[in-house]
């Protein structure tokens, strides 16, 4: 066996291997015995088949597989013995000659295109990086109770209409019932004259409006009468009967121990006060976990500034893109060239990510990658308002997630990452800052926009 290996400049290489017969022989004959030792062969007792009629048989596939599995194991082997720092995954040269397998091989040679990622430096001591600790207010911890009273809070029934309410009744149009069960929210009513005409309602009464001013949205015309969003054009009518059936208003929640109960579910909050301490109590929790993200947002931020615009195989990488999206029928030449910008400032991250990993030996366990499932269900939790989650709830919640592929991978980079933050954090300068609660989410909206 040869392996050569011919850079053709920084970023791109031919690697090339010969094989003669006596690297990939005696592997292609066991697998044979192998194979006749299962098969079945009418004539021959299962197992006993000729060593030259399974050959002859199944021969040239076991060829093939053998080659396969043989240059795919040299391949990965050179690569990680030369520590060859790779884009992508090789690739068949071009110029790879076909193997004549008609006749009887005595050597094979392979030939596979590198892309490399280029040689660079980033000095972490060197690096300035905002660090936030968000500060709550006591308008932060006032906002949340009346948000949950808006969550909590319950449609009641009002004895006449007020510009808050919400009528359900029976439409008619040119004296025609068009939807037994209407619903008409008079907050939504855009003309004022028209909203005037149902203030002071009550069941029973009949308004007579015009929907065409009244309602801009084609989901309230829809609501209204009770038709699909794509059929709303056949009734925005400028004269519709609605009676009355019943008027109701949203009222928050009361701040008393059921709505204590409903935010924080057997923690035992029984007065206002000790409501406010679970909730900054929650707050430095979610808080602790936004100034992390937002601390790794700015890591990355700052070494791809440092680095630079790196110089990438860019004809190599848009190969293998059309290569590994030779099976999706929505990818064409025009989505690659779109997209290859966003792909490009991706992976120089990810080359930067890997470069800084390995030279500081950053490496994550099984582990590493199950904690930031639970951190990753944590957070989702959190969106949602949930806080006091069981940690064998979060456990199984994150085992479910480890079982799907990319989004393993996704939690292996984030680990990575994680890690990665914290050597960043030992060693580079960081601007401590502190930051209202308020203007940290402008912040991050802003960045997210």
Do not use: C
Request: proline residues 3%; charged residues 30%; negative net charge.
């Amino acid at each position: 066996m040869n392996i050569t290996q011919q850079n053709s400049d920084a970023l791109n290489a031919v690697l090339t291997i010969e094989l003669e017969k006596a690297d990939f022989q005696p592997k292609v004959d066991q697998a044979i015995k192998n194979t006749a030792k299962k098969v079945a062969i009418k004539g021959f007792r299962p197992g006993h088949a000729p060593f030259g009629m399974v050959k002859k048989m199944y021969g040239t596939q076991i060829l093939v597989d053998e080659l396969n599995k043989l240059v795919g194991e040299t391949l990965t082997n050179y690569i990680k013995e030369n520590k060859i720092d790779i884009l992508g995954e090789p690739l068949p040269n071009e110029d790879q000659e076909t193997l004549d397998l008609d006749k009887e091989l005595e050597k094979a040679t392979f030939k596979f295109d590198l892309g490399i990622a280029p040689d660079f430096e980033v000095n972490l001591e060197s690096l300035a990086v905002d660090s936030y600790e968000i500060q709550v207010a006591d308008e932060d911890v006032e906002q949340t109770i009346k948000n949950a009273q808006q969550r909590f809070g319950t449609q009641e029934p009002v004895e006449a209409a007020t510009e808050k309410s919400l009528l359900k009744g029976k439409v008619s149009v040119d004296g025609n019932v068009v939807n037994e069960n209407g619903y008409l929210s008079l907050q939504l009513i855009k003309d004022e004259a028209e909203k005037a005409k149902f203030v002071g309602k009550k069941v029973g009464e009949t308004v007579v409006f015009d929907a065409k001013k009244s309602l801009n949205a084609d989901h309230d015309v829809a609501v209204l009468f009770g038709v699909n969003d794509d059929e709303v054009s056949n009734y925005k009518q400028d004269s519709v009967s609605f009676e009355i059936s019943s008027v109701s208003e949203f009222k928050d929640a009361e701040v008393n121990e059921e709505l204590f109960e409903k935010m924080f579910p057997n923690a035992g909050v029984k007065d206002v006060d000790t409501l406010k301490t679970k909730i900054l109590e929650n707050y430095a929790e979610s808080n602790k976990l936004a100034e992390f993200y937002r601390l790794a947002y700015d890591v990355r931020k700052a070494m791809m500034a440092q680095v630079g615009e790196l110089q990438l195989p860019e004809a190599f990488l848009k190969r293998w893109l059309t290569a590994i999206n030779k099976e999706n029928e929505k990818f064409s030449p025009e989505i690659l060239e779109s997209e290859f910008p966003a792909f490009k400032e991706d992976l120089t991250w990810q080359v930067i990510k890997n470069r800084v990993s390995s030279k500081n030996d950053i490496k994550i366990e099984y582990q590493d990658v199950v904690n930031e499932a639970k951190l990753d269900a944590k957070a989702q939790f959190m969106n949602y308002g949930i806080h006091s989650v069981p940690d064998e709830a979060l456990n199984n919640y994150a085992l479910r997630m480890m079982k799907d592929d990319s989004q393993r991978q996704r939690l292996a980079s984030s680990a990575i990452e994680a890690k990665l933050v914290e050597v960043v954090r030992g060693k580079a300068t960081l601007n401590k800052k502190t930051i209202s609660l308020a203007d940290f989410n402008k912040m991050v909206n802003a960045t997210q926009a």
